[in-house]
């Protein structure tokens, strides 16, 4: 199995899935396979379904049988198990980070260090690029983009920027982006502040939040009373949205109670307290810094 992508917080997260030999498992985010290798190592006879939208990281799958590759976003996870007659799962895995080989492909346009096209499409079919969003949403929505998902201090003034320079001409490189905002830039946080505007770009572009919230509720359906779920974030926003849906079981974070006003929720956790890399792993892989693992375990059908 081909690994291009280190991965991240891999024997906390693979540990926390509880892994039964026979069982069936789900690696929502396949990827370079990293986190799969782990699982398929302890598995025994079981299955693992692994999803990715990137035709790219079907080369990484193997030939191992008891591994089933679905070149499809996770958003589908439960159509798609259904189709291969499977109804729940004992474990469900997902690390919502963009592999390194993405982020260090210069045609991809994930990083702000390669002057390429505007592009950031997880999926390559997809029509939606990061250029059609910088150059045709309204000042509004660039000011709220950049603000909710790049947490950008002055989000209005970097949407006035690029609204004043597409009307000049159209911003279709990351280099004409960055020339486009440089004057909001901070000089001695460039790196960082450039990391957030990339970021929000392509979290708009792929739609993670809302991919996101639909994977959370399907996974709620398809895993079995016992089973584990493992979600490595790394934006607020999406362990925001992972804390709320393990406390309630809802996206909203909203607790039901029952007859008696005790809280009602179909998941344990088992690590209250985030699980952050250590040390040594930030060294040896930088990009895993802002790594949060959440597990829980389902306790109701």
Not at 178 to 193: G, N, S
Not at 201 to 222: K, Y
């Amino acid at each position: 199995m081909n690994q291009f992508h280190v991965p991240v917080l891999l024997i906390p997260s693979i540990e926390g899935l509880n892994i039964r030999p026979g069982g069936i498992y789900v690696d929502a985010t396949f990827g370079g396979g990293g986190h799969s290798g782990e699982i398929l190592s302890r598995l025994g006879d079981g299955r693992l379904f692994a999803f990715d939208q990137d035709k790219e990281a079907a080369r990484n799958a193997g030939d191992d049988s008891r591994l089933t590759f679905i070149r499809q976003n996770f958003r589908y996870l439960k159509n798609f198990l259904r189709y291969y007659g499977v109804d729940k799962v004992d474990g469900i895995l997902a690390d919502l980070g963009v592999s390194s080989h993405d982020f260090d492909n210069a045609g991809r346009g994930f990083s702000f260090r390669f002057d390429t096209l505007l592009d950031m499409r997880m999926n390559r079919d997809a029509k939606r690029t990061a250029a059609d969003i910088v150059n045709q949403y309204p000042e509004q929505d660039l000011t709220l983009l950049f603000r909710e998902q790049g947490e950008i201090h002055n989000a209005g003034r970097v949407a006035s920027a690029i609204v004043a320079a597409r009307s000049v001409r159209e911003i279709l490189t990351t280099g004409q982006l960055i020339a486009a905002i440089e004057r909001c830039i901070p000089v001695a946080t460039e790196k960082k502040y450039l990391a957030q505007v990339f970021q929000a770009l392509r979290m708009e572009v792929n739609e993670e939040i809302a991919v996101l919230g639909e994977f959370l509720l399907a996974s709620r359906e398809v895993l079995k009373t016992g089973g584990r779920m493992v979600v490595i974030t790394y934006h607020s926003l999406e362990d925001r949205l992972v804390k709320h849906f393990f406390k309630s079981g809802n996206l909203e974070g909203t607790k039901m109670q029952d007859f008696y006003g005790n809280f009602m929720t179909p998941f344990r956790l088992i690590n209250r307290r985030v699980i952050v890399p250590e040390e040594s792993e930030i060294k040896a892989n930088p990009r895993s810094r802002s790594a949060k693992l959440r597990i829980a375990e389902k306790t109701e059908s």
